[in-house]
C-alpha cells in the first residue's frame, strides 16, 4: 500500500490550495478514505473524511466550511479543496484509508504572510 501526497507550499492567509492523494496497492473503491494533517509539536488530528462511494463526508470543526474532500475511484485519487487558509491550518497534511496502513511522505502546507 502506497499513498502519494501533493500540492501542498506556501501560501497567504485567504488564499487556497488544492491537495491530490495518488493511492495504490489495495482497493481503493472499497475503502473509506481521509485526510490527517499533524502541526510541529502537535499530534496528527483527522481532518475530513469520505466513504468508499463518495456520497458521505465530515469534517472537524475547524474547518467545516472551508474544506472540501472529495475522491475519483477511477483515478485511485482523494483530494482536499482548502480555501480561506489560516496560519492555524500550516501542518503536514497526510491521506490514509480508514483502517490506515502505513503512512505517505505528507504535504506540507504552510500559511503565513
Known amino acids: 500500500v502506497q499513498f502519494v501526497e501533493s500540492g501542498g507550499g506556501l501560501v497567504q492567509p485567504g488564499e487556497s490550495l488544492r491537495l491530490s492523494c495518488a493511492a495504490s496497492g489495495f482497493t481503493f473503491s472499497s475503502y473509506t478514505m481521509a485526510w490527517y494533517r499533524q502541526a510541529p509539536g502537535k499530534e496528527r488530528e483527522t481532518v475530513a473524511v469520505i466513504n468508499s462511494a463518495g456520497r458521505g463526508t465530515s469534517y472537524t470543526n475547524s474547518v467545516k466550511g472551508r474544506f472540501t474532500i472529495s475522491r475519483d475511484n477511477a483515478k485511485n485519487t482523494v483530494y482536499l479543496q482548502m480555501n480561506s487558509l489560516t496560519p492555524e491550518d500550516t501542518a503536514v497534511y497526510y491521506c490514509?484509508?480508514?483502517?490506515?496502513?502505513?503512512w505517505g511522505q505528507g504535504t506540507q502546507v504552510t500559511v503565513s504572510s
Open positions: 490514509n484509508g480508514l483502517p490506515n496502513w502505513d
